[in-house]
């Protein structure tokens, strides 16, 4: 089993560009969710998915878009990207009624000038 | 809204015990869960407490009483690969859907 493997590991972007980061999971898990990591602010849930067709907005959702097609993946869409949004970027998945053990990927370093 | 509280750092001696708090004002409140993230990697899955207690795996162990609204993960006989950081989160109940929410990290610098 690979886990939960994310794309791409960096990425530089301009101010105003939109961008896909993309996740995968291959454990069958129900429940998927995206945080972003800053210095000092732990990790802060932008959107989770319950299973395919079925997502709901986090803590910091502004800005960020996600669809669940299929169980497997877990895409977040940025918009328009601002610098605010540099951050590292962890998806993770997990057993929806076990959710309080996730399993993370490695992370995406997002740097927006 | 919902809040969690934890020291931003802890400083200890390798062999020593340690002890991370985390106090938290939720609603919906389920259980709460302890991760460790080594610089650079990861967040990864130490324990969890639903039930009012102590939780015991190896060399750590999670306490919760919810009466209090608050636990801790207690570290013993601690080595120098430990040093990493912890978070603690709330598993809740909201808007018809189960979420985890995170502190914001105590940083364990374990010294020789």
């Known amino acids: 089993n690979a886990g939960v493997t994310q794309t791409p590991k960096f990425q530089v972007l301009k101010t105003g560009q939109s961008m896909t980061l993309q996740c995968a999971q291959d454990?069958?898990?129900?429940?998927m969710s995206w945080y972003r990591q800053d210095p000092g602010m732990g990790l802060r849930l932008i959107h989770y998915s319950v299973g395919a067709g079925i997502t709901d907005q986090g803590e910091v959702p502004n800005g960020y878009n996600v669809s669940r097609s299929t169980t497997e993946d877990f895409p977040l869409r940025l918009l328009s990207a601002a610098p605010s949004q540099t951050s590292v970027y962890f998806c993770?998945?997990?057993?929806?009624?076990?959710?309080?053990?996730?399993?993370f990927g490695p992370g995406t370093r997002l740097t927006v000038t | 809204g919902q809040s969690l509280e934890q020291p931003s750092e802890v400083t200890a001696v390798e062999g020593a015990i340690v002890q991370i708090n985390c106090t938290y004002q939720?609603?919906?409140?389920?259980?709460l869960s302890w991760y460790q993230q080594h610089d650079g990697g990861a967040p990864t899955f130490l324990s969890y407490n639903a039930l009012d207690g102590l939780e015991e795996t190896g060399r750590f162990s999670s306490f919760l009483s919810r009466s209090d609204s608050y636990g801790y993960l207690l570290l013993q006989e601690l080595q120098m690969k430990d040093s990493a950081s912890y978070f603690c989160?709330?598993?809740?109940?909201?808007?018809?859907?189960?979420?985890?929410?995170f502190g914001a990290g105590t940083r364990l610098a374990v010294h020789p």
């Open positions: 993770a998945s997990g057993v929806r009624d076990e959710l309080y053990e996730q399993y």
């Open positions: 939720t609603s919906g409140f389920y259980g």
């Open positions: 454990m069958n898990h129900e429940y």
């Open positions: 989160a709330v598993r809740l109940f909201s808007g018809g859907y189960n979420k985890l929410i």
